[in-house]
């Protein structure tokens, strides 16, 4: 993003790495139960006082309502208010989306047991229990059978809402099929795919996104055609502007049907993997659209790279990654890092569902070469300790 504008930041904390990419900096108070909105629109018009600006963004799911309505206090272009709560709100999505026909799916929003029994009675199994408004499948499971239904439903319910509101609890039908995620850049009523990632999942019955890969091969011709459409067709009725908007697609039997949208670009470092397979900067375009400014997009597209997250097998001290120098050398070896201090114990999902402990990106000819090469690196780099 600094390469292409000057940046002034507001941020919930003490910001540390990001003074160097940007003009300015100011600090508001994000704490539970405060005036957030109001802090962060007096810390603002302090930053405007000192700076020009002309536009407002944000690509922290966390951030997404607060920079929506700091751009309206403010006067000045971003994300509507209105879009930013609906991709914040699962029920309202899901509404919206099965009215206008674009993606119909049964959902019932549920506060109470007795009232999650019956919408599953009604709905039948296997279904997806899942809190309102939480992000990174936050207390999502798949129930596949009765006798499971009232701890998943207990799970969600009590799911850590880190800082996010939630009211309620979703029982939906399961969709069978491939789903896969898309960006799409929207600007004055156009939506673009930018950007597009074949995930990896783990531990099921919970959807944990144990990774991605992204460029060439990553998917098929119905994924490209008809769940992009779906996708722009959908962030587009969700009235979604200014931004990158991630989208999760599931290409079903009775053709794509979108699982949730997002008004803030995709996060677990997909900005490095995309750019890394494509040669596309996702922070170059979340700036387009933010300032209104006609996307540039020149992609390279023959070639593809993903990443794999780390996770302890057990309850555990962690003592690092192995250090299997053989795979360590091999050129298709992009990076490997750790995400924890060595010596604190860790947890896997679904106990801790961010217990990832590192990371390792591949680069290949092929998505499918990628995913063999991500499948070998996370059987070699063990999580060590005790």
Known sequence: MAADADLVLLNPEPPTWQLHWVQDCAVFDASAGGDTDGDALRA?????????????????????????????????????????????????????????????????????????????????????????????????????????????FDAALHADKMGLESEGILVEEFLEGFE???????????????????????????????????????????????????????????????????????????????????ARPGGDIASRIVELARGVRLGSLLTAAALGRAPEIASSGDRSAGIRFLYPRTRQRFDGLAEAPTLRARPWIHEIGELRPRGETVTPPPQDLYGRVGYVMATGPHADEVEDRLLLAHHELRVLGS
């Open 44 to 152: 603002a018009k302090a930053l405007l006082a000192r700076r020009r600006v002309a536009a407002v963004v944000t690509y922290e799911e966390t951030m997404v309502v607060t920079a929506a309505r700091l751009a309206r206090g403010l006067g000045l272009p971003g994300v509507p208010v209105a879009a930013a709560e609906l991709a914040r709100d699962k029920h309202r999505q899901r509404t919206l989306l099965a009215d206008t026909g674009i993606s119909p799916t049964r959902s019932h929003l549920v506060h109470d047991l007795d009232e999650a029994r019956r919408a599953a009675r009604d709905i039948g199994y296997p279904l997806i229990v899942k809190p309102r408004g939480l992000s990174g499948s936050a207390g999502v499971r798949r129930v596949d059978e009765e006798s499971e239904f009232d701890a998943a």
């Open 180 to 262: 896969f995620d898309v960006d799409c850049l929207v600007h004055d009523g156009t939506a673009t795919p930018v950007s597009w990632a074949r995930k990896i999942w783990a531990y099921d019955p919970y959807p944990v996104e144990a990774g991605f890969i992204t460029g060439h091969g990553t998917l098929g011709r119905a994924e490209m055609t008809e769940g992009f459409d779906l996708a722009c067709r959908s962030v587009l009725a969700a009235g979604i502007d200014r931004t990158v908007a991630h989208v999760e697609v599931k290409m079903t039997p009775a053709g794509p049907r979108i699982i949730e949208l997002n």
